[in-house]
T-cell receptor, first 112, second 113 residues
């Protein structure tokens, strides 16, 4: 059974800092790995999706990498802003069909 | 911009009542999902559908049921609500390709007294 772990559980950084969020998964036979953002009391917004054959994906200040062999993915946020404050979730699609196994998330706070 | 809608946004209801949580999407997606999320916990898949008249149970056992009579509509029903059903319920949809992103609704926060 796939298990997804995210470290750290919470992170507080000053504005402008570059940061890395970590995600690990136990079953390397994944179809894709996705990163989401969740704001308090709201649904999830998809940020990046990395297919199993890819190593990384970039969108603006965000860069996500995938190392299937080691069961790890990282989300790099450059030049963080207060608006980046949210919970970031990673999720692995192991069975195909986008049935995702989620981690518990990293709660990020970017302070002025 | 995602076009997936959930109603109601919040629901407080007494034990034993029957409730239906609505989820609709206008993107023509074949795949739809229901996830359950408790505060500070991960999302768990409770139901999914790959098309009309197709529904399956997810990884987390749930007393709820779903139906998929129309492509755009995927309602979730609890026949008799209990306090243990108190949670946030999130609906999502995705395209046919396994590599397409999922789109989530804003969720329904259910409280059963």
């Amino acid at each position: 059974k796939q298990e997804v772990t995210q470290i750290p559980a919470a992170l507080s950084v000053p504005e402008g800092e570059n940061l890395v969020l970590n995600c690990s998964f136990t079953d390397s036979a994944i179809y894709n790995l996705q990163w989401f953002r969740q704001d308090p009391g709201k649904g999830l917004t998809s940020l990046l999706l990395i297919q199993s054959s890819q190593r990384e994906q970039t969108s603006g200040r965000l860069n996500a990498s995938l190392d299937k062999s080691s069961g790890r993915s990282t989300l790099y946020i450059a030049a963080s802003q207060p608006g980046d404050s949210a919970t970031y979730l990673c999720a692995a699609d192991t069975g195909g069909g986008n049935k995702l196994t989620f981690g518990t998330g990293t709660q990020l706070k970017v302070e002025l | 911009e995602a076009d997936i809608y959930q109603t109601p946004r919040y629901l407080v209801i007494g034990t034993g009542k029957k409730i239906t949580l609505e989820c609709s999407q206008t993107m023509g997606h074949d795949k739809m999902y229901w996830y359950q999320q408790d505060p500070g916990m991960e999302l768990h898949l409770i139901h999914y559908s790959y098309g009309v008249n197709s529904t399956e149970k997810g990884d987390l056992s749930s007393e709820s049921t779903v139906s998929r009579i129309r492509t755009e509509h995927f309602p979730l029903t609890l026949e008799s609500a209990r306090p243990s059903h108190t949670s946030q319920y999130l609906c999502a949809s995705g395209g046919r390709d396994a590599y397409e992103k999922l789109f989530f609704g804003s969720g329904t926060q259910l409280s059963v007294l």
